[in-house]
């Protein structure tokens, strides 16, 4: 069975410049979160997907930061435009449902320069 | 407001030694209790998880952890280290009152020296 699957694993962009990150999760997974991890911290949630409506977006800098999942199975996560302080790693992960635990990606290292 | 604290940033421990990595969370009606494992430059891993049953439970690796319901705590234990365990450890909690909102703790480092 495959596992959750992210795109790039690595980027680096000027600041100003827009980017995306893509997600596939496990298929049958209805739960999808996307995470940010800056080094030598824990995962902080972004948002959280049930199917595709986005549940818990509350930590989502809306300003610049955009998400989406289409027909509930792959999602995009965008920054416009990305700032300096927006290096960091993005994790998205997809759960079964409730009491179930999240499978991770490997993530997708941001660096904005 | 939903939080998991890990009360020690780097763990450093000799090889064939016991350690213990705490994890507490703020205090909630209902939760599932998970620690996932990082090796540099890879993804989480799932070391174990706490649903509901005996409050010991056990994981790979040879850790297990323990759920402590009037500490609200989740602490991961081993009883000898190796090397290879050297890796960033994190304690998440899912608040289910919040609708299955995983909450990750800021991670211990644990250094497995020899």
């Known amino acids: 069975e495959a596992g959750v699957v992210q795109s790039p694993r690595y980027k680096i962009i000027e600041k100003k410049q827009p980017v995306a990150f893509w997600c596939n999760p496990i298929?049958?997974?209805?739960?999808l979160y996307w995470y940010l991890q800056n080094l030598g911290q824990g995962p902080e949630l972004l948002i959280r997907?049930?199917?595709?409506?986005?549940?818990?977006d509350s930590q989502l800098p809306k300003d610049r930061f955009s998400a989406e999942r289409l027909k509930g199975v792959d999602s995009t996560l965008k920054i416009q435009p990305a700032e300096l302080g927006d290096s960091a790693v993005y994790l998205c992960?997809?759960?079964?449902?409730?009491?179930?635990?999240?499978?991770f990606g490997q993530g997708t290292r941001l660096t904005v320069v | 407001a939903q939080s998991v604290t890990q009360l020690d940033s780097q763990v450093p421990v000799f090889e064939e030694a016991p350690v213990e990595l705490r994890c507490n969370y703020s205090?909630?009606?209902?939760?599932?209790l998970f620690w996932y494992v990082q090796y540099p430059n890879q993804g989480l891993q799932l070391l174990l998880k706490?649903?509901?049953?005996?409050?010991l439970v056990k994981g790979i690796n040879g850790f297990e952890a323990e759920f402590n319901k009037s500490q609200t705590s989740f602490h991961l234990r081993k009883p000898s280290v190796h090397i290879s365990d050297t890796a960033e450890y994190f304690c998440?909690?899912?608040?289910?009152?919040?609708?299955?909102?995983?909450?990750f703790g800021a991670g211990t480092i644990l250094r497995v020296k020899s």
């Open positions: 992960a997809s759960s079964s449902g409730v009491g179930t635990e999240a499978f």
């Open positions: 205090s909630s009606v209902s939760v599932y």
């Open positions: 298929s049958g997974h209805n739960t």
């Open positions: 706490y649903l509901s049953g005996s409050t």
């Open positions: 997907y049930e199917n595709e409506e986005a549940v818990d």
């Open positions: 998440a909690v899912s608040f289910m009152e919040y609708g299955n909102k995983l909450v």
